[in-house]
């Protein structure tokens, strides 16, 4: 056996808040949902990414910021990839109680790839 697993890169747009969150778990995890928040939604692309951050993260929150990560391919296979408007919006909907094992099938750290707004750090 090689010991190379079948990853699929995704991107998740988040604000500030959800930010420090991730950096608090050592670029590793997601933030828990809050009940508001059923659903936790990777996206496969990151210009979709982008457009999520820069268009409705710095208006809601004054910054937006686009993270890439890696998932085990095994774990997404649970879940079907949604058309969310267009076909360039395709995303994974996570329901938020599967949020844990989500985090435990990411490989590798979180990475910050752009970050958008006055209040954009880095």
Same mark, same amino acid.
């Given at each position: 056996m090689s010991g190379i697993r079948?990853? @699929?890169?995704l991107w998740r747009p988040v604000g500030p808040r959800e930010l420090r969150l991730i950096e608090a778990a050592e670029m590793r995890a997601f933030p828990p949902r809050l009940p508001d928040q #059923?659903?936790?939604? #990777?996206?496969?692309?990151e210009a979709y990414a982008v457009q999520i951050a820069r268009d409705?993260?710095? #208006?809601?929150?004054g910054a *937006?910021? @686009?993270?890439?990560?890696? @998932? !085990?391919?095994?774990? !997404?296979d649970r879940y $079907?990839?949604?058309?969310? *408007?267009? $076909?360039?919006h395709l995303e994974y909907w996570i329901p938020a109680e599967d949020l844990a094992d989500f985090n435990r099938a990411i490989v590798g750290r979180i990475e910050v790839t752009a970050a958008f707004g006055k209040d954009a750090a880095g």
């Open positions: 079948d990853v @699929v890169t #059923p659903i936790f939604y #990777p996206v496969l692309s409705w993260n710095v #208006p809601a929150s *937006g910021y @686009v993270t890439r990560f890696d @998932v !085990l391919k095994s774990f !997404l $079907r990839v949604e058309h969310a *408007g267009s $076909r360039a």
